[in-house]
Protein backbone atom coordinates (compact mmCIF):
# COMPACT_ATOMS: atom_id res chain seq x y z
CA UNK A 1 0.00 0.00 0.00
CA UNK A 2 0.70 3.80 -0.05
CA UNK A 3 3.29 5.17 2.66
CA UNK A 4 3.84 9.15 2.58
CA UNK A 5 6.82 10.11 4.73
CA UNK A 6 6.71 13.92 6.04
CA UNK A 7 9.46 16.20 6.78
CA UNK A 8 10.31 18.24 9.49
CA UNK A 9 8.29 17.13 12.18
CA UNK A 10 8.91 20.54 13.70
CA UNK A 11 9.55 23.95 11.82
CA UNK A 12 9.91 27.38 13.66
CA UNK A 13 10.13 30.41 11.54
CA UNK A 14 9.73 33.86 12.14
CA UNK A 15 6.49 35.84 11.15
CA UNK A 16 7.23 36.93 7.58
CA UNK A 17 9.52 34.53 6.67
CA UNK A 18 8.36 31.34 4.55
CA UNK A 19 7.99 27.68 5.21
CA UNK A 20 8.23 24.63 3.45
CA UNK A 21 7.09 21.30 4.11
CA UNK A 22 7.84 18.16 1.89
CA UNK A 23 6.63 15.03 1.75
CA UNK A 24 7.36 12.04 -0.34
CA UNK A 25 5.06 9.00 -1.48
CA UNK A 26 5.61 5.15 -2.27
CA UNK A 27 2.94 4.50 -5.01
CA UNK A 28 3.47 6.00 -8.14
CA UNK A 29 -0.01 5.83 -9.23
CA UNK A 30 -1.23 7.71 -6.83
CA UNK A 31 -2.52 11.10 -8.33
CA UNK A 32 -4.26 13.20 -5.65
CA UNK A 33 -2.17 15.17 -3.30
CA UNK A 34 -4.08 17.37 -0.69
CA UNK A 35 -2.55 19.14 2.34
CA UNK A 36 -4.65 20.04 5.37
CA UNK A 37 -3.68 22.38 8.58
CA UNK A 38 -5.01 21.34 11.46
CA UNK A 39 -5.47 23.95 14.94
CA UNK A 40 -5.93 22.73 18.50
CA UNK A 41 -9.09 21.13 19.25
CA UNK A 42 -10.48 21.30 15.79
CA UNK A 43 -10.64 18.91 12.62
CA UNK A 44 -7.78 19.15 10.07
CA UNK A 45 -8.78 21.83 7.51
CA UNK A 46 -8.64 21.37 3.59
CA UNK A 47 -5.94 23.99 2.65
CA UNK A 48 -4.75 23.07 -1.06
CA UNK A 49 -4.77 19.85 -3.31
CA UNK A 50 -3.13 19.08 -6.42
CA UNK A 51 -3.85 16.26 -8.97
CA UNK A 52 -1.53 15.19 -11.12
CA UNK A 53 -1.79 16.41 -14.37
CA UNK A 54 -0.16 19.73 -12.98
CA UNK A 55 3.08 20.34 -11.56
CA UNK A 56 2.06 23.30 -9.12
CA UNK A 57 -0.77 25.14 -7.83
CA UNK A 58 -1.09 28.54 -5.97
CA UNK A 59 -3.87 30.33 -3.74
CA UNK A 60 -2.61 33.65 -2.09
CA UNK A 61 0.45 33.02 0.37
CA UNK A 62 0.59 29.13 -0.33
CA UNK A 63 1.81 26.48 -3.00
CA UNK A 64 1.77 23.31 -3.65
CA UNK A 65 4.51 22.03 -5.98
CA UNK A 66 4.46 18.31 -7.31
CA UNK A 67 7.30 15.93 -9.29
CA UNK A 68 5.48 12.88 -10.09
CA UNK A 69 9.40 11.72 -11.43
CA UNK A 70 10.97 11.63 -7.60
CA UNK A 71 7.82 10.98 -6.32
CA UNK A 72 7.63 13.89 -4.11
CA UNK A 73 5.33 16.96 -3.27
CA UNK A 74 5.83 20.13 -1.47
CA UNK A 75 4.13 22.96 0.54
CA UNK A 76 5.52 26.16 0.72
CA UNK A 77 3.98 29.02 2.71
CA UNK A 78 5.04 32.31 1.85
CA UNK A 79 5.06 35.86 4.66
CA UNK A 80 4.28 33.50 7.53
CA UNK A 81 2.03 34.98 10.08
CA UNK A 82 1.04 33.84 13.62
CA UNK A 83 -2.33 32.63 12.93
CA UNK A 84 -0.70 30.13 10.22
CA UNK A 85 0.65 28.24 13.45
CA UNK A 86 -0.58 24.96 13.56
CA UNK A 87 -0.22 21.06 12.36
CA UNK A 88 -0.29 20.71 8.34
CA UNK A 89 -0.76 16.93 7.21
CA UNK A 90 0.37 16.17 3.49
CA UNK A 91 -1.63 13.16 2.22
CA UNK A 92 -2.20 11.10 -1.11
CA UNK A 93 -4.29 8.80 -2.51
CA UNK A 94 -4.69 6.72 -5.70
CA UNK A 95 -6.78 6.61 -9.08
CA UNK A 96 -9.88 4.78 -9.65
CA UNK A 97 -9.02 1.84 -11.44
CA UNK A 98 -7.01 0.82 -7.99
CA UNK A 99 -10.08 -1.65 -7.26
CA UNK A 100 -12.25 1.78 -6.47
CA UNK A 101 -9.96 2.97 -3.64
CA UNK A 102 -9.35 6.36 -4.86
CA UNK A 103 -10.84 7.72 -1.78
CA UNK A 104 -8.66 6.27 0.91
CA UNK A 105 -5.93 8.84 1.90
CA UNK A 106 -2.84 8.26 2.92
CA UNK A 107 -1.70 10.49 5.58
CA UNK A 108 1.58 11.86 6.47
CA UNK A 109 2.63 12.41 10.17
CA UNK A 110 2.21 15.97 10.58
CA UNK A 111 4.08 18.96 10.68
CA UNK A 112 4.19 21.58 13.69
CA UNK A 113 4.70 24.70 12.31
CA UNK A 114 5.28 27.21 14.74
CA UNK A 115 5.33 31.17 13.25
CA UNK A 116 6.86 33.45 15.97
CA UNK A 117 6.20 36.91 16.19
CA UNK B 1 -20.36 28.02 4.78
CA UNK B 2 -21.37 24.16 4.95
CA UNK B 3 -19.71 22.34 7.27
CA UNK B 4 -19.16 18.74 8.88
CA UNK B 5 -20.88 18.62 12.39
CA UNK B 6 -20.14 16.53 15.19
CA UNK B 7 -21.68 15.02 18.06
CA UNK B 8 -20.78 14.71 21.01
CA UNK B 9 -17.68 17.08 20.90
CA UNK B 10 -16.66 15.41 24.25
CA UNK B 11 -17.18 11.90 25.69
CA UNK B 12 -16.00 10.80 28.85
CA UNK B 13 -17.46 7.02 30.07
CA UNK B 14 -16.19 4.06 31.69
CA UNK B 15 -15.35 0.71 30.27
CA UNK B 16 -17.85 -1.24 29.29
CA UNK B 17 -20.35 1.29 27.95
CA UNK B 18 -22.16 2.12 24.79
CA UNK B 19 -20.37 4.85 22.85
CA UNK B 20 -22.48 6.47 19.62
CA UNK B 21 -20.97 9.53 17.94
CA UNK B 22 -23.19 11.28 15.06
CA UNK B 23 -22.12 13.32 12.00
CA UNK B 24 -23.72 15.00 9.75
CA UNK B 25 -22.22 15.29 6.21
CA UNK B 26 -22.23 18.47 4.26
CA UNK B 27 -25.51 18.67 2.19
CA UNK B 28 -24.59 17.08 -1.44
CA UNK B 29 -21.93 14.94 -0.16
CA UNK B 30 -22.29 11.42 -1.26
CA UNK B 31 -19.45 10.34 0.45
CA UNK B 32 -18.96 9.78 4.65
CA UNK B 33 -15.52 8.87 6.62
CA UNK B 34 -15.12 7.97 9.88
CA UNK B 35 -11.34 7.88 11.05
CA UNK B 36 -9.68 8.30 14.24
CA UNK B 37 -6.63 10.23 15.58
CA UNK B 38 -4.29 9.55 18.07
CA UNK B 39 -0.95 10.60 19.19
CA UNK B 40 0.80 7.45 18.29
CA UNK B 41 -0.77 6.28 15.30
CA UNK B 42 -1.95 9.54 13.35
CA UNK B 43 -4.79 9.63 11.07
CA UNK B 44 -6.50 6.14 10.73
CA UNK B 45 -9.65 5.40 8.26
CA UNK B 46 -12.09 3.27 10.06
CA UNK B 47 -14.86 3.51 7.32
CA UNK B 48 -15.87 4.68 4.00
CA UNK B 49 -19.37 5.26 2.78
CA UNK B 50 -20.86 5.86 -0.86
CA UNK B 51 -24.36 6.79 -1.23
CA UNK B 52 -24.94 5.41 2.42
CA UNK B 53 -23.84 2.28 1.17
CA UNK B 54 -20.44 0.97 3.55
CA UNK B 55 -17.66 0.11 0.72
CA UNK B 56 -14.93 -0.17 3.55
CA UNK B 57 -14.58 -1.04 7.35
CA UNK B 58 -11.43 -2.58 7.28
CA UNK B 59 -9.69 -0.51 9.46
CA UNK B 60 -12.55 -1.23 12.96
CA UNK B 61 -12.33 -3.78 14.94
CA UNK B 62 -15.31 -5.51 14.23
CA UNK B 63 -15.80 -6.82 17.02
CA UNK B 64 -16.63 -3.70 18.79
CA UNK B 65 -17.23 -1.41 16.47
CA UNK B 66 -20.26 -0.58 14.05
CA UNK B 67 -20.87 2.22 11.40
CA UNK B 68 -23.82 3.14 9.71
CA UNK B 69 -25.68 5.71 7.71
CA UNK B 70 -29.54 5.69 8.50
CA UNK B 71 -29.82 8.22 5.59
CA UNK B 72 -27.93 11.13 4.13
CA UNK B 73 -28.04 13.42 6.64
CA UNK B 74 -26.98 11.05 9.64
CA UNK B 75 -23.69 8.48 9.70
CA UNK B 76 -22.84 6.92 13.40
CA UNK B 77 -20.29 5.14 14.71
CA UNK B 78 -21.09 3.11 17.56
CA UNK B 79 -18.69 1.77 20.06
CA UNK B 80 -19.78 -1.46 22.19
CA UNK B 81 -18.52 -2.15 24.55
CA UNK B 82 -15.70 0.42 24.87
CA UNK B 83 -12.42 -0.30 26.10
CA UNK B 84 -9.45 2.30 27.49
CA UNK B 85 -7.69 2.24 24.44
CA UNK B 86 -10.51 3.52 22.62
CA UNK B 87 -9.77 6.54 23.88
CA UNK B 88 -9.31 8.95 20.75
CA UNK B 89 -10.12 11.53 18.65
CA UNK B 90 -12.79 10.70 16.34
CA UNK B 91 -13.56 12.15 13.23
CA UNK B 92 -16.14 12.26 10.17
CA UNK B 93 -15.15 13.67 6.70
CA UNK B 94 -17.28 14.20 4.02
CA UNK B 95 -17.02 15.05 0.28
CA UNK B 96 -18.06 15.14 -3.43
CA UNK B 97 -16.96 11.54 -4.85
CA UNK B 98 -14.85 12.29 -8.03
CA UNK B 99 -13.10 9.74 -10.02
CA UNK B 100 -10.05 11.31 -9.69
CA UNK B 101 -9.32 11.64 -5.98
CA UNK B 102 -11.42 14.37 -4.36
CA UNK B 103 -11.44 16.69 -1.27
CA UNK B 104 -12.78 15.16 2.15
CA UNK B 105 -13.46 18.13 4.56
CA UNK B 106 -13.46 17.08 8.48
CA UNK B 107 -15.68 17.74 11.13
CA UNK B 108 -14.92 18.97 14.39
CA UNK B 109 -14.14 15.82 15.88
CA UNK B 110 -15.45 13.95 19.28
CA UNK B 111 -12.74 13.64 21.90
CA UNK B 112 -13.54 9.90 23.70
CA UNK B 113 -11.65 9.05 26.90
CA UNK B 114 -12.94 5.81 28.42
CA UNK B 115 -11.54 5.61 31.67
Known amino acids: GENVEQHPSTLSVQEGDSAVIKCTYS??????FPWYKQELGKGPQLIID?????GEKKDQRIAVTLNKTAKHFSLHITETQPEDSAVYFC????????????????FGKGTLLTVNP | DARVTQTPRHKVTEMGQEVTMRCQPI?????VFWYRQTMMQGLELLAY????????DSGMPKDRFSAEMPDATLATLKIQPSEPRDSAVYFC?????????????FGPGTRLTVT
Open chain 2, 93 to 105: ASGPYRDRGFEQY
Open chain 1, 27 to 32: DSASNY
Open chain 1, 50 to 54: IRSNV
Open chain 1, 91 to 106: AASPPEDSGGSNYKLT
Open chain 2, 27 to 31: LGHNT
Open chain 2, 49 to 56: FRNRAPLD
